[in-house]
């Protein structure tokens, strides 16, 4: 006589179709910033000094010949199962710059800050040198 133990099979497909999207995540997701459109947004200013705050990614500080803050923004997300949250905004004499993924994602990021050349810069709140 057979006897039925508990039924698992639910958790074993759920388990199989994780597996397979991360495998597939991991083949074919390969997120790069340079494949990515640049998006771009100036921020009037008038201050001295401009504190970025860069969130760990990748940011060219750059001194320019301009009056206000442009920042352009590399966003690759390759195939994901999840979602992406970027944050660029001006708020007094800081900027904030974020962008990232959640979920089973892959994303790549990276920005551009031209600052006018007078201005101080800071990086995470450290003196730091600009290019240009």
Not at 14 to 20: C, E, G, K, M, R
Not at 23 to 29: K, R
Not at 118 to 127: E, H, M, S
């Amino acid at each position: 006589m057979f006897t039925r133990g508990k039924n698992t099979g639910g958790r074993t497909v759920t388990a199989l179709i994780a597996l397979t999207a991360g495998l597939l995540l991991t083949a074919t997701a390969c997120a790069e910033a340079k494949k990515a459109d640049p998006q771009e947004k100036v921020f009037p200013f008038s201050g001295k000094k401009l504190n970025v705050r860069t969130n760990d990614n990748p940011t060219d500080l750059v001194a320019a010949d301009i009056k206000d803050v442009r920042v352009t923004l590399w966003f690759h997300q390759g195939v994901s199962l999840g979602g992406s949250d970027i944050t660029w905004e001006l708020k007094g004499d800081t900027l904030d710059l974020d962008a990232s993924c959640s979920g089973l994602a892959d994303c790549d990021t990276k920005f551009r800050v031209e600052v006018p050349r007078d201005t101080t810069v800071l990086r995470d709140g450290n003196p730091t040198d600009l290019k240009g």
